[in-house]
């Protein structure tokens, strides 16, 4: 099994360009999340997913949209970035509210804004 | 405000010798705790966790401590492995919905040879 892909690995953006990050589990697990990794601070949740169709905002939430058509999907666009999204992506995917085993994590995003 | 702090950004360890990493929490409404392995240009990985019910919980080398009176819990690794040099976060989560993990900062572990 993959896991949790997350593509690309590394991208860079001019400021007001967009994108949308890729993530895809084939475990299919019911939640999925999207963190960000600043340099020096933990992670931060920006949006999870129940399952399929339903979606909400974490922590920070601002300037970033996200989508659940699929079990196995969910991207995270970014419309206009600006150098603050400068940072680590990571998607991370769990069969249930949070199992003994914790949440899968991708490989992560290396995202920066220039 | 940050929920859950690591406050040693670093520590280093002689291998064979104990490796104690830190975490305090100030949310009383945490109920679950775990711990997370990160590498270089990975993912981080699941290593322990451990319910609020308990007080210990322990996996080979690794063993999980939580004093809920004093909020703060701790990883120890017994003995410390060269594979054991990675950062390491501890996450706490809410009995909620979703459980989204509110992470701190992580704690940067070199065992030296």
């Known amino acids: 099994n993959a896991g949790v892909t997350q593509t690309p690995k590394f991208r860079i953006l001019k400021i007001g360009q967009s994108m949308t990050l890729q993530c895809t589990q084939d475990m299919n697990h019911n939640y999925m999340y999207w963190y960000r990794q600043d340099p020096g601070m933990g992670l931060k949740l920006i949006y999870y997913?129940?399952?399929?169709?339903?979606?909400d905002k974490g922590e920070v939430p601002n300037g970033y949209n996200v989508s659940r058509s699929t079990t196995e999907d969910f991207p995270l666009r970014l419309e206009l970035a600006a150098p603050s999204q400068t940072s680590v992506y990571f998607c991370a995917s769990s069969y249930q509210p949070l199992t003994n085993y914790g949440y899968t994590f991708g490989s992560g995003t290396r995202l920066t804004v220039v | 405000d940050q929920q859950v702090k690591q406050n040693s950004p670093s520590l280093s360890v002689q291998e064979g010798r104990i490796s104690i990493l830190n975490c305090d929490y100030t949310?009383?409404?945490?109920?679950?705790f775990l711990w997370y392995k990160k590498y270089p240009a990975e993912g981080p990985t699941f290593l322990i966790s451990?319910?609020?019910?308990?007080d210990k919980n322990e996996d080979g080398r690794f063993t999980v401590f939580l004093n809920k009176s004093a909020k703060h819990l701790s990883l120890h690794i017994v003995p410390s492995q060269p594979g054991d040099s990675a950062v390491y976060f501890c996450a706490a989560s809410v009995r909620g919905s979703a459980r989204q993990l509110t992470f701190g900062s992580g704690t940067q572990l070199t065992v030296l040879p």
């Open positions: 997913s129940v399952g399929a169709g339903i979606t």
């Open positions: 949310n009383s409404m945490f109920d679950y």
């Open positions: 451990i319910s609020s019910i308990k």
